[in-house]
């Protein structure tokens, strides 16, 4: 009896820290500030629970800066027949990034849909919507 508690106290233990480490996404990202930008897909962080994109966007005055976009799991994508080799593909060439802007003025956004550089748009809606 007393394993099965203490078992069932680790459990619960650990279902809560997983459901706080877990972020509200509009606590994060104004859903009604959308932006696109283009600029060059440098770095894809590939991994649950959410994907990054890093794209090397030109500002106004011709300097690059760097805008990370956020996005769901890679099982959202593998469920839309889209894999980390899509996004590979794309390394280092154009792509376009429609995102919510992150409520802290960063360069980031919660990507709503991507286009890369072979053309295949990605929709992300209506999770990021």
Request: aromatic letters at 8%.
């Amino acid at each position: 009896m007393i394993r099965r508690l203490a078992l069932s106290v680790c459990l619960a233990g650990l279902l809560a820290g997983s459901a706080l480490a877990h972020h509200n996404m509009s606590a994060l990202f104004d859903f009604s500030q959308r932006f696109t930008t283009s600029g060059t897909l440098s770095k894809v962080d590939w991994r649950n629970p959410h994907i990054y994109l890093f794209v090397d966007v030109k500002n106004e005055k011709g300097q690059v800066e760097t805008w990370s976009f956020e996005g769901p799991s890679p099982g959202f994508f593998r469920q839309r027949d889209v894999g980390k080799e899509n996004f590979e593909a794309s390394m280092q060439k154009p792509v376009k990034v429609e995102a919510s802007r992150a409520r802290d003025g960063s360069r980031s956004g919660l990507i709503r849909e991507v286009t890369l550089a072979d053309g295949r748009l990605v929709s992300l809606c209506p999770q990021n919507c």
